[in-house]
């Protein structure tokens, strides 16, 4: 089996409480399920691909429902099963709710080394349009003790486009961030998921949702408020201090392998890239049976390959190295490629260097049209 560097992506998909707008395979917290998930996820871990890895992420649901110990153990689990180096980035995504404070000295001496907090918005207001439980306070104080619980790496999630946002409202949540001096900031404009609460939400009333306009000034003001501030926008959500982009993700970008463990989680591993089911107790059931996992795989080479690697690199500040491209894919991107490029570079979306492909700032604002339609090809 592979033995390749990838990331490790764990799934914890219990929440204290459910968002009307999220997608996510989740569930709200059961004592028993959770005991059991936890066991499945255990046995998983004991017989899954033996890779080699590079970073550790947890994430959700909300992975801090479950307790230091919990996460510590399966910490020590991946460990054993891939070599996760010592000095590894370790993610944990966290909910800002007071019940998280106390944990976070835990959770850092079992390994945790940076976390992501899910803070949405800083205000009032839009977090109960979010259905969110926590207060913009929560945030302040869940940051002060992540520094005192000794976390260098902190990321705060915000979301644009949530109804009834103004630019203005945008602008205070980004600087009050901000002002929280986190190493990373993502910023993810909000997307309407079938089958949610915000999907009835949004056939009934769509005018109470951010339209494309709205949304692109608020994009807008992300990038130039979060640029003065000396952050870099190394991929299309997602900007960094120097030296603190996320590691984890960055493998993603890269089309490195990435196995992962837990309900609803993909793993990328040998060109073959699969994704276990989404039901909870089937998931359960078959990990603690030590049967494989329903799901689906597919095998991903030619076109479908390079046009997926083409579409992670052009997320990123770098874009694609078409020299490296060539020599991993063997594929010339310009020549493949060259109608989708031409027209992409004359509608002022792309550019394209001798040995490199990259958004302009005008192709970041529609990245995903951009990049899909290298699938297409
Ligand atoms: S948005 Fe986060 S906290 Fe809310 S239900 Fe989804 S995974 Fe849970």
């Excluded at 929440?15 to 996510?24: A, K, L, M, T």
């Excluded at 089309?255 to 309900?263: I, K, R, S, T």
Aim: aromatic share 10%; proline share 5%; with cysteine.
């Amino acid at each position: 089996m592979t033995t390749a560097t990838a990331g490790v992506y764990v799934h914890l998909p219990f929440c204290p409480y459910i968002c009307p707008y999220c997608d996510f395979a989740k569930w709200a917290w059961d004592d028993a399920r959770a005991a059991r998930y936890l066991a499945a996820l255990h046995a998983e871990i004991a017989q899954a691909v033996p890779v080699e890895a590079a970073t550790l992420f947890f994430g959700g649901g909300t992975p801090t429902t479950y307790d230091a110990a919990a996460i510590g153990a399966l910490i020590a689990a991946v460990r054993a099963r891939t070599q996760l180096p010592d000095d590894a980035e370790i993610t944990v995504e966290a909910n800002p709710d007071p019940s998280l404070w106390a944990r976070l000295g835990a959770l850092r001496a079992v390994g945790v080394n940076r976390l992501s907090i899910g803070v949405q918005s800083f205000e009032g207001a839009e977090l109960r349009v979010l259905g969110r439980r926590h207060a913009p306070a929560d945030v302040t104080r869940a940051v002060a003790a992540a520094r005192g619980a000794g976390f260098e790496n902190v990321s705060l999630d915000l979301i644009f486009g949530v109804p009834g946002q103004t630019e203005a409202a945008w602008e205070r949540s980004l600087d009050h961030a901000l002002a929280l001096k986190p190493e990373h900031l993502s910023c993810y404009g909000l997307t309407i998921e079938a089958g949610t609460p915000y999907a009835i939400w949004y056939a009934r009333e769509p005018a109470a949702f951010a339209d494309d306009t709205l949304e692109a000034r608020l994009y807008a003001i992300a990038i130039a408020r979060l640029a003065a501030a000396g952050f870099e926008q190394y991929e299309i959500s997602n900007w960094a201090r120097p030296g603190f982009r996320c590691r984890h993700n960055a493998g993603y970008w890269r089309n490195d392998p990435y196995l992962g463990l837990g309900v609803g989680s993909a793993s990328y591993l040998g060109g073959t890239r699969s994704v276990h089911t989404r039901e909870l107790d089937t998931y359960i059931d078959a990990a603690l049976a030590g049967v494989p996992i329903p799901g689906e795989a597919e095998r991903l080479e030619g076109a479908a390959q390079s046009g997926e690697a083409i579409m992670l690199a052009l997320r990123t500040a770098e874009g694609v190295d078409t020299t490296a491209f060539r020599e991993r894919y063997g594929i010339d991107v310009l020549e493949t490629y060259g109608s989708v490029v031409d027209v992409l570079v004359a509608g002022g979306m792309l550019v394209a260097g001798s040995d490199s492909l990259h958004l302009t700032e005008r192709g970041r604002f529609v990245a995903n049209d951009v990049c899909g339609a290298f699938l297409a090809v």
